[in-house]
């Protein structure tokens, strides 16, 4: 009696350790059955819901793959990234408010979100966000006025129309390149003012090398 008491005594110790053992080992271990490659949003979603089933090994796995930052931006899921495949959105996004809806955003009214908010845009550059003629896409045109936002209006803009209507002494002038008043048909262009000497509104030069020559053609 004395040799199978200390067997049963030996028994029960060994299944009291291993017990032990399990207990502060989190339980008996969950695995997913998922490679590193294999995890994404969704099934962190999913881990996450479940997470009273998991042991500490799989909970750690799950907590990194969130808190990875996949798109470089300096944010992460659990930081308030709302799209962690894009750079460009993250919390520190900068939005330009667009009264005018014209697709461009004024530079002095900033919000920062991830996600965009109402009557907000992500480009800037308009000079006039009460008007959605004027904007950067608009073309510059003879009206006293910067149409692109170029800061640069009428004949001070070489991207200016050349087939514009407009309100001003919009006109075609020819080069007068010997002073005559009479202009050379080959030089021509057109401006929304008068461009000064050395043009003039007619092409009647004969000869636009000779002052000397003043009939015209």
């Not at 998991?54 to 300096?74: C, E, F, H, Q, Y």
């Not at 908010?117 to 992500?122: A, D, F, I, K, N």
């Not at 209507?165 to 401006?191: E, H, L, M, P």
């Not at 050395?198 to 000397?212: H, I, L, Q, T």
């Amino acid at each position: 009696m004395e040799k199978g008491g200390n067997y049963l005594v030996a028994i029960v110790s060994i299944v009291a350790v291993v017990g032990l053992v399990l207990m502060f080992n989190g339980g008996s271990d969950f695995d997913l059955g998922l490679s590193d490659s294999e995890y994404s949003e969704d099934s962190d979603s999913a881990i996450a819901g479940q997470a009273w089933r998991l042991s500490p090994k799989t909970k750690i796995k799950t907590s990194a793959r969130v808190d990875s930052d996949s798109d470089g931006d300096g944010y992460t899921i659990l930081q308030g990234d709302c799209d962690d495949s894009d750079a460009s959105l993250n919390p520190g996004t900068e939005w330009f408010e667009d009264r005018d809806e014209d697709g461009y955003g004024l530079y002095a009214t900033i919000t920062t979100a991830c996600e965009q908010p109402t009557g907000y845009v992500l480009v800037r550059g308009d000079c006039n966000d009460m008007d959605s003629s004027l904007s950067p896409d608009a073309t510059e045109i003879c009206d006293w006025i910067d149409n692109d936002c170029d800061g640069l209006m009428d004949d001070e803009d070489p991207s200016r129309s050349i087939t514009f209507s407009d309100v001003s002494s919009y006109g075609q002038y020819y080069g007068d390149a010997d002073g005559d008043g009479y202009g050379n048909t080959g030089i021509r262009d057109q401006f929304c003012s008068h461009p000064g000497e050395g043009w003039v509104e007619n092409e009647e030069d004969c000869d636009d090398r000779d002052a000397s020559i003043l009939d015209s053609c």
